[in-house]
């Protein structure tokens, strides 16, 4: 059964409270996005393999929620839509650490509707963003734009995308098959470097109850969740070679076992990997099987890196100030930090600049960002490039800029705080910020008020 294609967004309501879910449909029923609802947690992943929710509300406590890891398998299932979790006031801490573990938020029980529409909303808003498709004007990227487009209608079977970290490769992969006729059918991700080498079979290709200790249900693999549409495995380098040999047999028969069974069973997905490492100094390393990597190398697509196209960082900048607008209020750049930016080399390519965008549309919300906002780093950093290696001569490390990035957030977050006496509402109004988006800064930093 292929999923229909959708004119409006959709929000899935997973909750094993039948009353509650009745009621929500009501409460939240208008002409600007459509509602499906599910009342466990293998009823509501199989209508989001269907109807790819732009969101979805998450109860915490599903009768069959341990076993199945719902939130996970929405996360990797459905990468661009908003998960939020769903608790009672008894279960806040249990939701925060839903939070960490990748949920975009939580609400409590008993609900406010015209919060929870607000938020809707804006995840709804910020959904149409991230699938409008790629970003960039530059020759190179016209090229990507059209070779990405032929590669997509293409009978091709795997696909290889490269490219340093951070360059966007998994909005690639995700237009690739927005481009295809797969496009109404499953768009599943597997990070592979994410999981232990121990998990990640069993998360492929799936499990049948008893194979191991714990392993009590049977459960399907991504494979299985991908059939008929298309999974992405990210970092295919970091798939250890026992796996390598198994992902090239299903490659070359699209068949395949469950981890504990016998029964082979068969799947028709369009694979498409990709990586950051040099997957033939990495053959002759002996680290990745040249088998492999010449089944995947069929059809690759390289991907520029942020500096070869800087002229694309306006246009980058204001897409992502508009998707990191804070309550409608964006950020705009000045010509002289758009130059700033620009003359920056941006090791850690659209990632890192995606991430600078949103920590200044908190703590500067709808204000002109000029070069004194800007960290120091980008106004000092790398403005002489070097060809000696991966980092400018004066550049430092991306984990260290991100650190340092996070740390002055911190900061006007903690100063903010204590010029209010603690009170999170007032420190908000400080920041120019919602209450509700102060609460997302301060999980995600791990400040405990």
């Known amino acids: 059964m292929n999923a229909t294609v959708k004119s409006k967004p959709t929000l899935l309501i997973i909750d094993d409270e039948v009353a509650l879910t009745r009621s929500l449909q009501i409460a939240l029923r208008c002409n600007d996005f459509d509602i499906e609802v599910a009342h466990s947690a293998e009823e509501g992943l199989c209508k989001a393999q269907l ?38 006031h008894g279960d806040i801490k249990i939701a925060v650490e839903a939070v960490k573990q990748g949920a975009k938020d939580f609400i409590t029980k008993p609900f406010d509707i ?16 991230n699938h409008q498709g790629l970003i960039g004007q530059t020759p190179m990227m016209e090229k990507l734009v059209s070779e990405l487009a032929l590669v997509a209608k ?26 295809s006729a797969l496009a109404d059918r499953a768009f599943i ?49 970091e798939l250890p070679l026992a796996l390598q040999a198994k992902l090239l047999s299903f490659l070359e028969s699209q068949r395949y076992r469950a981890v504990g069974s016998t029964t082979e069973k068969q799947a028709n997905v369009r694979v498409i990997a990709a990586t950051n490492c040099n997957l033939a100094s990495a053959v002759e390393e002996g680290r990745f099987r040249a088998d492999l990597y010449y089944r995947l190398n069929v059809m690759p697509l390289m991907l520029p890196s942020l500096s070869q196209r800087a002229q694309d960082i306006p246009l980058l900048l204001d897409h992502f100030a508009h998707q990191f607008a804070v309550d409608g209020a964006q950020i705009r750049f000045s010509t002289a930090s758009i130059a700033c930016l620009s003359a920056y080399r941006w090791p850690g390519n659209i ?17 002109e960002i000029e070069c004194d906002k800007l960290p120091s780093e980008f106004n000092t950093l790398q403005t002489a490039s070097s060809s000696s290696g991966f980092y400018g001569a004066n550049s430092e490390p991306l984990e260290v800029i991100s650190s340092r990035l996070a740390g002055e957030e911190k900061a006007a977050i903690l100063t903010a705080l204590a010029e209010s006496g603690g009170h999170k509402g007032n420190a908000a109004k400080l920041l120019n910020i919602s209450r509700h988006a102060l609460k997302r800064r301060l999980q995600k930093l791990g400040i405990e008020v």
């Open 114 to 129: 015209t919060l929870l529409k607000n938020q809707l909303g804006q995840y709804f808003q910020n959904s149409a963003v």
């Open 154 to 179: 293409s009978q091709a079977r795997t696909i290889l995308l490269l490219g340093e970290s951070g360059t966007g490769k998994t909005a690639v992969a995700a237009e690739i098959h927005r481009q």
């Open 351 to 367: 990632r890192e600049l995606k991430n600078l965008v949103e920590r200044l549309s908190v703590l500067y919300s709808g204000t």
């Open 189 to 237: 991700e597997l990070n592979c470097a994410a999981l232990p080498e121990s998990l990640l079979e069993s998360e492929l290709f799936g499990v049948e109850k008893g194979a191991f200790t714990g392993a009590s249900k049977s459960r399907a693999g991504l494979i299985d969740v991908a059939n008929g549409g298309t999974l992405f495995l990210d970092e295919v380098g």
């Open 51 to 88: 109807s790819r929710p732009n969101a979805v509300l998450l109860d915490l406590r599903l009768p069959d929620g341990e076993d199945l890891q719902p939130l996970q398998r929405l996360n990797t299932m459905l990468p661009d839509s908003a998960v939020l979790m769903m608790s009672a």
